[in-house]
């Protein structure tokens, strides 16, 4: 091959080079300031901590990583080994809607009285029921400890700490308007609500008893 051939193949390869990662599936993610208005046993407190979220492909799905830079609460009694569980929201926008529920391990070491609560990294499936790109913005943070739930909520509008392109799972239907997005939806919906839907559903079926052996009687 003469000297000439081989150059210009070579600058057709430089110059296809950067085409190629230019058409690759675009992510892009931020480290999102939010600032977390919490509902505690001890009264309201507030704490900004910087969110990162990342996503890893595992087969059709993507397995998601919230993050937190710094503790968005306190407690005015020293947390043992295992007295705190905190699980979250992460909304998504975009090609997709819903949310993804995000959970994580118990503190494995003693959390001081009065001392921020350092959030361990919380993970949870996202199965995409759309294609496109789809945004990913940390939402309701659930603090569990000494039988009491600790309720944080954004309250500055946090912009998406995730931007990612996805391609819709083999058989997902894009008609559900919640998806189901792990197995972690239910068990953070109820953390999140409280007792207050048991105890209506409680109540109700008490009520309807009731009423019901009135109108036999």
Same mark, same amino acid.
């Given at each position: ?6 150059? =210009?193949?070579?600058?057709?390869? +430089? %110059? @296809? !080079? #950067? ?5 690759? *599936? /675009? ?67 975009? =090609?997709?809607?819903?949310?993804? +529920? %995000? @959970? !994580? #391990? ?5 959390? *001081? /009285? ?23 913005t940390a939402?309701?943070l659930t ?47 109820? !953390? ?26």
């Amino acid at each position: 091959m003469s000297y000439q051939k081989r150059t =210009a193949l070579a600058l057709a390869a +430089a %110059v @296809a !080079g #950067p085409v190629v990662l230019m058409a690759a *599936p /675009a992510a892009h993610a931020d480290v999102v300031d939010v600032n977390y208005n919490c509902e505690t046993p001890i009264g309201a407190k507030s704490a900004v901590s910087p969110i990162d979220i990342k996503a890893v492909p595992s087969g059709s799905a993507y397995k998601l990583t919230m993050s937190f830079q710094k503790g968005v609460s306190s407690s005015p009694v020293a947390l043992g080994p295992g007295a705190m569980n905190p699980s979250a929201v992460v909304n998504l926008a975009g =090609a997709d809607k819903g949310t993804v +529920a %995000v @959970a !994580g #391990p118990a503190n494995s070491a003693e959390i *001081p /009285a009065n001392s921020p609560i350092k959030i361990s990294d919380l993970s949870g499936t996202y199965t995409p029921k759309a294609s496109g790109k789809v945004t990913f913005t940390a939402s309701v943070l659930t603090i569990k400890a000494l039988g009491t739930v600790t309720t944080c909520k954004p309250g500055n509008s946090p912009g998406p700490s995730l931007s990612l392109d996805v391609k819709a799972a083999p058989g997902a239907s894009a008609a559900d308007p919640l998806p189901k997005t792990g197995p972690l939806d239910s068990t953070v919906a109820l !953390g999140t609500l409280g007792g207050t839907v048991l105890l209506t559903g409680a109540a109700g079926v008490l009520w309807l008893t009731r009423r019901g052996q009135r109108a036999h009687g």
